[in-house]
């Protein structure tokens, strides 16, 4: 319970990145929503993966390299759900485009985040993974 409680700081510390910049990028870059959100979600992904690696799941001395690879496969697919998401509470929903964000980002956090950092990124590799 104590790893899910720090997996979920961690998400908190990069959605607060992540919605800044997408504030930052839609209301003074004047980019659109969905593309204000992916950058944001960019810059969030990479502050969460920083944050799960050294602190949430304890594995600094796991290679970053092989952490990378499966972070970033993970990270796709939630990057994929997040815009997803946005685009469609935004322009079928009419949602206002940070109402949209939170909705979506809170969702795929809990169902798809968290399971696959746990069980996939951030699981011990053992020595067969480690050449």
Not at 85 to 104: D, E, H, P, Q, S
């Amino acid at each position: 319970m104590k790893t899910f409680f720090k997996a979920n700081i961690a998400s908190l510390t990069a959605s607060f990145f992540d919605y800044l910049v997408t504030f930052i990028f839609k209301q003074y870059l004047h980019f659109d929503p969905v593309l204000a959100s992916i950058t944001g979600t960019v810059s969030g992904g990479i502050i969460n993966f920083l944050i799960g690696r050294h602190w949430v799941f304890n594995s600094p001395d796991s290679p970053v390299f092989q952490q990378g690879k499966k972070y970033l496969l993970s990270w796709t697919g939630n990057l994929i759900l997040n815009a997803l998401g946005v685009y469609l509470l935004v322009r079928y929903a009419g949602l206002f485009y940070m109402t949209a964000k939170v909705i979506t980002s809170v969702t795929v956090a809990i169902v798809y985040n968290y399971p696959i950092q746990k069980k996939y990124v951030f699981k011990n590799i053992d020595s067969n993974e480690r050449d």
